[in-house]
């Protein structure tokens, strides 16, 4: 996006718009620093320190045909889901559920009886960072 718009400068209101990244955000390899940053924003109290224990991710995901309802609606069978996040062009999602617990439960039954979204099987992982030392 922001090579576009280098390339194809926008006004607003008679401004030429100027974009960049924010320094943190110069490479997007963690994923899941950035989910734990944007939650964080949405919800100031919340503990960045264990909510990784909540993290599970799911990847292989089909590049299309599926809606993120159905990717949610994986999770809702073992608690709430609290927030998520779809990676298409990575074919992945990360998805925070309410407990730790809810998380293992998760990840135990899907290790265990894997989901398939058309003709990809998922794979399941938890967050590296929730494992304990």
């Known amino acids: ?3 576009f718009y280098s390339c194809f400068p926008m006004s607003l209101e008679g401004n030429q718009l100027c974009i960049d990244l924010v320094p943190q955000y ?11 940053a944007l939650i964080k924003d949405a919800d100031p109290q919340v503990n960045t320190d264990s909510i990784h224990q909540q993290f599970v991710h ?27 996040v779809v990676l298409k062009n990575k074919n992945k999602a ?32 938890l967050s590296p960072r929730g494992q304990p030392a």
């Open 94 to 125: 990360i998805l925070q559920l309410d407990t730790p617990k809810s998380a293992h439960s998760m990840h135990s039954f899907l290790q265990q009886y894997p989901y398939s979204m058309g003709e990809h099987t998922l794979t399941c992982s």
């Open 1 to 3: 996006m922001v090579k």
């Open 26 to 36: 110069q490479t997007v390899r963690d994923e899941e620093a950035i989910f734990t």
């Open 58 to 84: 799911l990847g292989n995901l089909p590049t299309d045909g599926y809606r993120e309802l159905e990717v949610v609606c994986v999770g809702l069978r073992f608690g709430k889901v609290d927030h998520y």
